[in-house]
């Protein structure tokens, strides 16, 4: 699935667990990185959760964070 397609993405999170999420648009577990972005110029982002909640993964390019500010 590319960004292009994807709009954001809910995850569920854990308080003090970190998490990384996919930055290039091609890991089959999105919004997680599965290591797909090996022969691109991403890297995953890593997010620590500070609560138990659920997040929005933003899915575009327009964004400056991972973190979907437009849900
Ligand atoms: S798979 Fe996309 S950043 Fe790792």
Same mark, same amino acid.
């Given at each position: 699935?590319?960004? #292009? @397609?994807?709009? *954001?993405?809910?995850?569920? !999170? !854990?308080?003090?667990?970190?998490?990384?999420?996919?930055?290039?648009?091609?890991?089959?577990? *999105?919004?997680?990185?599965?290591?797909?972005?090996?022969? @691109?110029? *991403?890297?995953? #982002?890593?997010? !620590?959760?500070?609560?138990?909640?659920?997040?929005?993964?933003?899915?575009?390019? #327009?964004?400056? @964070? !991972?973190?979907?500010?437009?849900?």
């Amino acid at each position: 699935m590319s960004f #292009e @397609t994807k709009k *954001f993405t809910k995850l569920d !999170v !854990v308080s003090g667990k970190s998490y990384f999420l996919c930055q290039c648009g091609h890991s089959a577990k *999105f919004p997680l990185c599965d290591g797909s972005h090996k022969n @691109t110029s *991403f890297s995953p #982002e890593k997010y !620590v959760a500070t609560s138990d909640t659920s997040i929005s993964v933003c899915g575009c390019d #327009e964004n400056k @964070t !991972v973190i979907c500010d437009c849900a």
